[in-house]
Every structure is written in C-alpha cells, then in structure tokens.
DNA sequence: GATGAATGAGGGTTCATTCAT
DNA sequence: AATGAATGAACCCTCATTCAT
C-alpha cells in the first residue's frame, strides 16, 4: 500500500523535474541552464535530479530522447498520407514542421538547439541521436513521388533537394520570425501555407517567360 | 624610437586580445566565452581587457562593429557589378556570402551568432547595429533589377524574397555542412555555384511539364 | 545519534558564519564587509554562505532582523517598569541604550551603523525594518507620561523631544568615547546615570513647577 | 611665456582634482570614492592624481586638512563676536555649524564623515589633525563667559558641557534629517533656532538665577 | 527514495598603484 | 608635467556535483 502511494510520488517528482528541466534547456539553451534553477522550480532536492539522472549532461539527452519520439510520432502518422506529387507534398513537410512547432515548442526548441548550439562535451552523443533520427526520417519523406511529372531535363532527385531546401528555409524563417517578435501570427499555417503557395506556384511553373 | 616601439607593443597588446577574443567569442558564442580564457590565452592580465574594452560586453560589441565593416567592404566592392537579371544576381549574392564566409570565417560566424543567440543585455544594441546594417545592405541587393523577364502573373517582389530565401537556406546549407565536418570543399564557390545554377534553371524554367 | 551529530554541525557552520559575519559587519560596516573574508575566517568554503543567505544583503539582513529581535527583548522587559516621570524614565531610556550596547555591543553597531551609512542597494528594505521597530518601540516609550509636573508654559510635547534629544546625545557620546578609546569605563552604566542626574538636575528646574 | 601659461594650466588641473575629489569623497566616503571616477570626471589621466599626491589616503588628507582651514575661517570670524551669554552663545555655536554645512556643505560632509567612518588606514593620521582642530577650537568657543548668572548649586562647567551636548544633538538632528530626506528646509536657520529658542528657554529657567 | 549541506573553481568586474614614455 | 598601459588581488556570486544522512 505504502509503496505504491509512493511509487506514484516518486514518478510525480521524476517527471516534475522532467517537465521543469525542458522549459529551462528550451528557453535558455544547454550550457546557459541551471540545475540550480530546475531544481528550485521543480520544488525537489538538488540529489534527486542528480539521482534519477546521473548529470545534467545525461538529464539534457532524455529530454533529447523524448523530444525525438515526440517527433517521429507526428511524423509516423502523417507518414501514410503523403501525395505522390512532389510539391503537394512539400507543403505537408512544412506543415509537419510548424506543427511540431506549435503543438510541442519546448520540444521543438529543444531540437532546434541541439543542432544549432551543440554543448562540446555531449557533442558527440547528441549527434549520433540525431543522425539516427534523421537518416529514419529523411529518406522516407521523399520516397514514393510520382517522377512523371517532371519536365524533361530536369533531375527529379535534385528537383527534391531542392524543395526539401526551401522547406526548410521557410519554417526556419517562420520560426525564427516567432521568437524574435513573440507574435504567434506567425506561426498560423495558413497564412504560411498562403506564402508556399505562391513561391511553389512559381517554381511549377517557372519564373521566366517563355 | 623607444616610443615608437613601445606605442607599437601597446597597439599589439590591444589587438592581441581582440583576435583572441574573436576566436573565442566565434566558437563559443557569447555567454559560453570567458574572458578569464581570454586574457590568459592572449597573455594579458585581467585587468587589461576592461581598461580597453569595458566589459565583456563593450568588448563584443566592438568585435561586431568590425565585423560589419568587414562585411561591408566586401559588399561595397560587389555592389557595383551587380548584374541587372535576378538570378544573375542571386548568385552573385550567394558568393558575397560564401567569401565572406571563408575569407573571414570568425568574423562571419560572430555575425550569424550575433543574430541567433541574441545574449538579452545586449539584445538592443545589437539589433541596432544589425539592423542599420541589413537596412542598408538589404534594399541594395534586390534594387535596379530588371522585372522585364518575368512571365505575367508573377508578382515580382515575391519573386524576389523567394530567391532571397534560397540563397540564405543555400549559403547557410554550406556553411552547416562545413561547421560540422570541418571539410572545406564546402566552402568551394565553383561547386556551389554549379548546385545553384541547377537549382536557378529549375526555378527559370519551372520543374513542371507544360 | 550520528544523525544528531550532524545536524548539530550543520547548525554550527550557519551559526559560525553567522557570528563571524556579525563581527565582519559591525567593524567594517556593510560595504567595506568582505564575504571572503567572513568565509575564511568561518572556515566555510565561499558557496557556503550563499547557500544559506543567499547573498552579501541577505546575510546582512539577517542580521539585522535578529539585532532588531535582541533590541526588542531588551525593550520588552523594561516596558513596564517606565516610570511616569519623564526626568526618571529618560534616565532608563538611557539605561536601555547603554545596556544594549554593552551587552550586544556588535548588535548593537550594526543597528546604528545601519541608519547612518545605509547600503543603497538595500535602502528600502533596511528603513522598512528600522522603521517597523521604531514605530513600535519610539511612541510606547513616551506614553502615560505625567503631565502635571510641567510648569506652565512648557509645551509637554517639546519637553519630552528636548529629553529625547539629550538622551541620544548623550548615549552616543559615551558610546562614542568608549569606540575612539577602547576604555571599558565608558560603558559604566553607574557613570553615566551621575552625569546625567546632573544634567537633569539642571533641566528639572527649568522645565518643572516650583 | 609658455611657462607661465603652463603653470596656470598645472594648478588648474591639480584644482580640478581636488574639486572632483572633494566631491567624490564628501558624498561615498572614504574606501567607497574611486580614484577611477575621480579622474574620470577631473578629466585627468590617472597618473597625474598620483604624481601629486601620492595616494588615494593622500588625497584625501590634503582635502581634510583644506577642510579644516575653511572651518577655522568661519570659526576665527566669529570668535570675537561671541556673547558672554551662555545661552546666546550656544544660538551662536549652533549657527557656525549649520552655516558651515550649508555653505560649504562637501567639506562640512567630508569632517563629519571623517570621524563616523575612519579607514582603517590613515586613523591615526586624521584623529591627529581633528584632534588638533578641536583642541584649539572647543576651548575658546566656552571661554570669557559670564558665570554670574548661573543659579547657585550649578556647576557651571557642567552647564556649559551641557549645552555643549545640546548643540551638538540638535545640528546632528538637522543635518541627518536634511541627508536622509534631502529637504533643504532642514537647513533654514531660523527655523532651526526657533526649535532651539523653545529648548533653551525650558533650560535657561533651570540653570538661571530668578 | 530523498534531502540539502558542502565544496571550490570559475564567472565578470573594480581597484589603487606603478612606470615607461 | 602628464599620459594611460599594465598589473593582479580582491570583489560578490553561480555552478555542477558529491555525500552523509
């Protein structure tokens, strides 16, 4: 009896820690957060966080973890659905992406940082975790397009590289427009889906008479 | 002549610390950099660094400042032979900053930091500073083009944000793959150049048939 | 029993720092106060003492509240012996001072040097507490005071200010005398009530009748 | 020629020390003034500050000893005036030490603090050169009274210490409330006599004949 | 499991003073 | 006379981590 009252507290903690720890790391990067601070927020005792997570190296790559599962579940699921047509298609990734953003912000900062401002002594770890993660994730958002309607000439795989790029360049224009001004308009798929339209309408088609 | 030597050993001294300082604020960024690692590294005592510099901060600052001079020349030596065609152009800006990039790497990794990682005492100045700068850099770049070449129905101005935002996800693609390898075929302009000019031609022509 | 022991320690390194940092502020007086020092001589290592005080302030304002409690006591058990005569309860008033000073003499610097040379970081928050007991502890020492002795003439309000005033002189300058020479005698309590009967003497013809 | 120019520009600069000084040390106190701000605001390099006068604890010296001139100035000119009365002349002494501060209101501050707060460093120095002041000043400022008018049974030296002590209380209760509040009516004299006239008045009754 | 006392190196910054020029 | 470069100790404070309880 007692010990499944308190097992309960004690997942309760863990995860308060948890949740306390990725606020912290999202908003002020890896090596600018304190465990000081979580611990204090968390309402618990410095030990215990070293306790369940050894350092705070190792409390930073389970969060890490979880924000790649988070991730590939939104992705697995629109997984099925992608359009074979390339730039249908494209608008579904962006969308993925925004919506990670919105949906899970903590964790998409999370890995947005990963990448962007690597801490040297987890370095290596960090990259291997999202490595993995990317050559699953890549590879499979690509696949299954419909060659067909490519123009002669042009080179489906690099016509993919090259929309894969303005993706990325897009939500990453977004994003970094969001935190910047704090104003969420900028994160209303709509009005982005609207600026994709134009850019790939433009791309289908050309831009150059004639 | 002793005064002479000796004015020269101070001068020495002073930028002795700002190229320490810049290497060390390029890779770290801002609040990982320590001045403690500074002064030792460029065999200054503490002291030092804030007789010139002030704080930290003030030392930044100055450290950006040049790097937009920096910037500026090689935009100002540019600028007059920008071609008139926008894809003309938008490869000319690629190499802008690929050269800048791999002609003064420190310094160009302190100004993309400066803007990602904003350290929030700072954050007035800077954006100050970059903004005057993009202010005047930016309308530039995209001034005197020749609409004429564009198919009807295309909204020239959007145009020209959409090769705006390729040339950034392009030159920062480089750049990304060159950080995190270390290999400088990256920052090979012909090579580059060549994956533009496939990625322009899709966007001249468009990708689709008919 | 170990556990005992332990806690018993604990409690003795807050105390010890405590007490040194006592001694550190009423000699040095808050700024010139140096928290190396009062760690070094606790023989507490530097995090310690921000651990539990949080900081150089809050350190000081601990001991301020507890100088405030020390004075307080002392206050307390002389309250209901005042006598109603003004001349003889300015003599206890007296008392009170000295007494205090010569049985907390640390205590006892640190409040009046609180007033007179007040950090300015902490200046509200000192005067609040200062105030908080002067507001208590001023108007109760004053009150139920015999009027009917005044001769007429004599505003008993500007009366009692007047002793007031004397006694905050005088106070001060044995404390004064006993600070610039170390000499203990200053402090006699029996010394100084024989010069003050003099005084008073002198004053109790003016302002009394007959 | 050029000599002469020189010079002036000389003694300009070593004034222009001093005035910043004064002001430098009259409002943070001893070990809080900045030999830094000093030649900051004197607009002076800072070797010059210690080519004349050798220390931070020099400086300081130099503007105590010019202190104690000024108040010897205004002491001397109203030596001969000084009533035989002792209450009128007590008016007179409270006057010399408010007209002092009001006046001169940095070096009157610069004296005070020198005795509330002495660095550690040059104690014996300056309760040398105060104590040398008071020797010459406070014997003469009682002398030549008429003791005809004291009651019998009245010490009449006691009666002067008295109101010496008066004196003293009172200007240290005008001047504190003016740092604390920073309200220059604490400084009117008349109103300061008025409060004084009312307590002397209680006191004269006391210690006078009929 | 959970606590929080304890550490000491390192953070940025200010300081009075010296000295070559 | 006048400069200001240069020093390095000291300042308050934060940090991740350990460990006895």
Chains 1, 2, 3, 4 share one sequence.
Do not use: W
């Amino acid at each position: 009896m007692k010990k499944r009252k308190s097992r309960v507290l004690t997942e309760e903690k863990k995860e308060q820690i948890f949740q306390v720890a990725l606020k912290e790391f999202a908003e002020k990067g890896y090596e600018q957060a304190s465990t000081n601070t979580i611990c204090k927020e968390a309402g618990v005792a410095k030990g215990l966080l070293f306790h369940y997570y050894g350092s705070k190296g190792g409390l930073y790559l389970s969060l890490l973890d979880k924000g790649v599962d988070k991730f590939m579940q939104i992705y697995d699921k629109m997984l099925p659905q992608l359009a074979p047509d390339i730039l249908k298609r494209i608008e579904q990734i962006l969308e993925l992406k925004i919506r990670f953003y919105s949906e899970d912000s903590l964790f998409s900062s999370l890995l947005v940082n990963a990448f962007i401002d690597i801490p040297t002594e987890l370095e290596g770890e960090i990259r291997n975790k999202l490595n993995r993660m990317y050559e699953k994730y890549l590879p499979r958002l690509y696949e299954h397009l419909d060659y067909e309607v490519f123009r002669d000439g042009i080179d489906p795989q690099k016509a993919i590289e090259f929309v894969g790029l303005i993706t990325d360049a897009l939500s990453e224009k977004y994003i970094k427009a969001y935190k910047s001004t704090g104003d969420k308009k900028y994160l209303n798929l709509e009005s982005i889906k609207v600026e994709m339209e134009i850019y790939l309408d433009m791309l289908r088609k050309g831009i150059y008479k004639g």
